[in-house]
C-alpha cells in the first residue's frame, strides 16, 4: 500500500441512498398486512444485520422476508432504487494520479457489495475491499478499523476515513484516523464535512 490510504464508505457516500432505504422498498412489496412481521424481522431479529455481519447469505436473509426469488429481489433493488453518485469516479481518477490509495470500508451484505462493484464498474478503483458481510465485523466496532490497519499494513495517521455515520468517525478518530463527515442528511457532526465530491476533494488537498 502507499503512504496515503482513503478508506471510504458505499452507502450514504458513493451510493447516494443509504442502507435504510431496504426497508421502505420492502414494504412497498408485500400487503399492509405484512408489514409488522416485515418490521419486527427487520428491526427486532435484525435479519438485515445479521446479512451484513455474513451470518446469513443474501439468499437466506431475502427468503426469510418471504420473497419468492431472492436473485431477482436483489438484482432489482440494487440496479433500479439505489444510486450511484456520478462524482465518484471523477473524484477517484483525480485522487488516484494524486497518489492516494482507495480501500471500501462498508458494512454491507456481501453478495450485495460484489453485485454493486461490479454493475457499476467500481473495481478498478479500490486497492482493497474491506466488507462487513466477509470479515464478520462493522463498524462502528473498533475491532474492523483495527483490522482495516492491520490488513494494510498502515498506521492510523496515514489513512483519511470518509462516510456519511458520525458514530463510525467518531470509533475511527479514537484510534488516530483522521476523518471526512460527507454530509447527505443533515447529521450532527463536529469536525470536517462535505456535501459532495468536489468539496471533499478540496478538503483532502488541505490534509
Known amino acids: 500500500m502507499g503512504k496515503r490510504v482513503l478508506l471510504i464508505d458505499m452507502y450514504g457516500v458513493i451510493i447516494k441512498e443509504s442502507k435504510g432505504n431496504f426497508i421502505p422498498y420492502t414494504l412497498a412489496h408485500f400487503p399492509e398486512a405484512e408489514h409488522g412481521r416485515l418490521l419486527r ?30 436473485v431477482e429481489t436483489m438484482r432489482d433493488y440494487l440496479e433500479h432504487y439505489l444510486t450511484l453518485d456520478a462524482g ?15 480501500v471500501l470500508l462498508s458494512n454491507d451484505v456481501a453478495e450485495w457489495n460484489t453485485y ?8 478498478a478503483y479500490f486497492e482493497d475491499m474491506i466488507v462487513s458481510g466477509q470479515v464478520r465485523m462493522r463498524k462502528p466496532q473498533e475491532s474492523i478499523f483495527r483490522y482495516t490497519l492491520d490488513r ?30 460527507f454530509n447527505r442528511d443533515g447529521e450532527d457532526y463536529k469536525g470536517r464535512q462535505v456535501g459532495n465530491f468536489r468539496e471533499l476533494a478540496e478538503v483532502l488537498e488541505e490534509l
Do not use: W
Not at 473524484?91 to 488516484?96: G, K, M, P, S, T
Not at 454493486?116 to 473495481?123: S, T
Not at 492510523?156 to 463527515?181: M, P, Q, Y
Open 41 to 70: 424481522a427487520l428491526r427486532e431479529e435484525q435479519l438485515f444485520t445479521r446479512a451484513g455481519n455474513g451470518e446469513l447469505s443474501s439468499e437466506d436473509f431475502l427468503k426469510k422476508l418471504g420473497y419468492a426469488d431472492p
Open 88 to 102: 465518484f469516479k471523477p473524484f477517484a481518477e483525480r485522487l488516484d494520479r494524486e497518489g492516494y490509495d482507495f
Open 116 to 123: 454493486l462493484m461490479e454493475l457499476h464498474g467500481l473495481n
Open 152 to 181: 494494510l499494513g498502515c498506521a492510523a495517521e496515514e489513512c483519511v476515513f470518509v462516510d456519511n455515520s458520525a458514530a463510525n468517525l467518531r470509533a475511527a478518530e479514537k484510534l488516530g484516523i483522521r476523518t471526512v463527515h
